[in-house]
């Protein structure tokens, strides 16, 4: 913690700067951080970085920002997942215990603290920037790099230095109204926005498909209502079984089995070497007779188990998705040719075995306060050429709308509404787009109209109602 002065002919005030040490390796030597090179990321890569305004009198730094610090800390060495700058964390609760409107971050570059070259890699330094709730949706809905530049602007809200002050009581909206329409909203018109998910609360109907009643059938969930699988899908899939156990089998023939080793209950006898009587030996049972073994046959075996389970322990499944946060997931480098193998949508793995169906009609549910966001989805994401992607937070159904340039899409323009099990996918073209904003324009001021709330386009064969919550926390919904 050390004492700034700022520099009051650049407007930047007097505060405290906080400046962690441990997320990057201190050491080289494994204990913390395993050592990969000079050339790369120094343990995670970064230090945070925290500039609190001073009060009047304060003759010692409060020790609260120190505890933040680390509680996000704990959140990257538990989790693993890195920050960077234009990233932002919500926290929902003033950053000081207060009762003060800062209650979130964001982060951006230490505009002192440049990037370091140390022995044990490169370490940048993140600062920790506290932000209003207005800020935050803002952030989220554009981008973090965006609002840092507003605030940036804003001598009591940053300034050069985003210098955080707790006592601020407006947002850069209120303090200037036009910020928001002509910064942000022109913003996610002309770059889209990064925000490419939510959870929430949704659901979707099959329309063009009635639920079958055939007695010989299984019951599944596929978008909201149960669906009948009937007998013949069933031998379909224990035919596709069948068939997979016959390749891997002819597999095994041919090509041979990548496992080298198992832990089972088996033994051997030496019947040419007697059972040794040095006393620095230790007993253990081979076979049917008592073996003594040597100190340097014991450390021998302890060595090769160490590397064994270092071997197999290495994690098989990929980290989770580094840009989710709180429900919201975020692209990282925007751009106009955008994949679905790399974002939100890969949160929903489908089944190999479901296959993909076309759909003719659909039915897209959402609570208003998703519902509000299906014009950023379009503005901000389709017509820049990305997706947009709904997770229901009472179950596995996701509803996924992309635009004509993304790739990896199931659903196309020749079959626009296509579901993988309960993954709906709606590709949308510009023309469509641009009709659904003009006919979705109440959305914006959801507060003007009673739910229940339905729009539809016939000749698309699509429906999208907005309904109360507690329609959505039946089970029977």
């Not at 109204?177 to 998910?197: M, T, W």
């Not at 039915?363 to 901000?380: D, T, V, W, Y």
Request: net charge negative; proline share 7%.
């Amino acid at each position: 913690m050390y004492r700034n002065m700022g520099s009051p002919s650049a407007n930047i005030p007097e505060h405290w700067h906080y400046i962690s040490f441990g997320l990057s390796d201190l050491y080289g030597d494994n204990r913390v951080h395993e050592f990969t090179g000079t050339d790369g990321p120094s343990g995670f890569g970064f230090e945070l970085t925290f500039r609190l305004k001073r009060e009047t009198g304060e003759s010692a730094p409060p020790t609260w920002p120190a505890e933040l610090m680390q509680g996000l800390a704990r959140y990257v060495f538990q989790s693993e997942n890195t920050f960077c700058s234009g990233d932002h964390v919500s926290w929902h609760s003033p950053l000081d215990n207060s009762e003060s409107r800062i209650q979130h971050m964001l982060l951006t570059e230490d505009p002192q603290m440049q990037p370091v070259q140390t022995p044990f890699g490169v370490v940048t330094f993140l600062q920790i920037v506290g932000v209003c709730t207005e800020e935050l949706h803002a952030a989220q809905q554009w981008n973090g790099q965006g609002i840092l530049e507003l605030l940036r602007t804003v001598p009591v809200a940053g300034g050069p230095w985003l210098i955080t002050d707790m006592r601020r009581g407006e947002t850069i909206f209120e303090i200037d109204p036009h910020l928001q329409q002509e910064r942000v909203d022109k913003g996610i018109e002309s770059d889209g926005s990064n925000l490419s998910g939510v959870s929430a609360k949704c659901a979707w109907d099959d329309l063009s498909r009635p639920p079958e009643d055939d007695e010989d059938s299984r019951s599944i969930c596929i978008g909201t209502q149960p669906r009948r699988l009937s007998g013949k899908d069933t031998e379909q899939i224990r035919e596709t079984l069948r068939r997979g156990l016959e390749r891997v089998d002819k597999g095994i023939e041919s090509d041979g089995s990548n496992l080298s080793g198992v832990s089972a209950k088996c033994a051997w006898d030496d019947l040419s070497r007697p059972p040794e009587d040095d006393e620095d030996s230790r007993s253990i049972c081979i076979g049917t007779q008592p073996r003594r073994l040597s100190g340097k046959d014991t450390e021998q075996i302890r060595e090769t188990l160490r590397r064994g389970l270092e071997i197999n322990s290495k994690p098989v499944l990929p980290p989770i998705n580094p840009q989710r946060q709180n429900g919201l997931t975020h692209d990282r480098a925007p751009s106009r040719k955008d994949s679905l193998e790399s974002d939100s949508s890969t949160a929903i793995i489908p089944h190999e075995l479901i296959r993909t169906r076309q759909l003719e009609s659909v039915h897209l549910k959402f609570n208003q306060e998703s519902g509000a966001l299906i014009p950023l989805c379009l503005r901000g994401r389709l017509l820049h050429g990305r997706h947009f992607t709904y997770k229901s937070i009472t179950g596995d159904m996701a509803i996924t709308f992309v635009s004509t340039g993304v790739e990896g899409a199931f659903a196309t323009e020749e079959h626009p509404y296509a579901a993988h099990g309960p993954w709906l996918q709606i590709l949308l073209t510009e023309e469509f787009v641009e009709k659904m904003l003009e006919d979705l324009e109440d959305l914006t001021s959801p507060e003007e109209f009673k739910l229940p709330k339905e729009y539809s386009w016939p000749e698309k064969k699509l429906k999208v109602s907005i309904l109360p919550d507690v329609v959505f926390d039946s089970p029977l919904h």
